[in-house]
């Protein structure tokens, strides 16, 4: 079995800041791209940024660009996701995805049960 765990949401005053990690355990043999997604109320769960097992990163929200910056350690098994000067609009559930290879060689993506983010104006 594989488990994601997030952990570092909470409520934030906006132009604060915010590192989420999400910390992958259990029957892993290799963790490949990982993934962070935010759900807010009202819209659909979209793609926030993704970070490859070499270091390769992209953020994908406009709005985020230049303020949320993805990494890794693949040592722990964690991938983080620092958020600076964060608004309301930040708001959200935050999601962790990851492509995994378990001990068993089977390849399967995995999703954590989130962390939540409030940011108050």
């Known amino acids: 079995q594989v488990q994601l765990v997030e952990s570092g949401g909470g409520l934030v005053q906006a132009g604060g800041s915010l590192r989420l990690s999400c910390t992958a355990s259990g029957s892993i043999f290799r963790i490949n791209t990982m993934l962070w997604y935010r759900e807010s109320p009202g819209n659909t769960r979209e793609l926030v940024a993704h970070?490859?097992?070499?270091?390769?990163?992209?953020v994908y929200i406009d709005s985020a660009k230049g303020r949320f910056t993805v990494s890794r350690d693949n040592d722990k098994n964690t991938m983080y996701l620092q958020m600076d000067n964060l608004n309301p609009a930040d708001s959200g559930v935050y999601y962790c995805?990851?492509?995994?290879?378990?001990?068993?060689?089977?390849?399967?993506?995995?999703w954590g049960r989130g962390t939540q983010v409030t940011v108050s104006s």
């Open positions: 970070i490859t097992r070499d270091g390769e990163s992209s």
């Open positions: 995805n990851a492509n995994i290879k378990n001990q068993a060689l089977q390849t399967h993506d995995y």
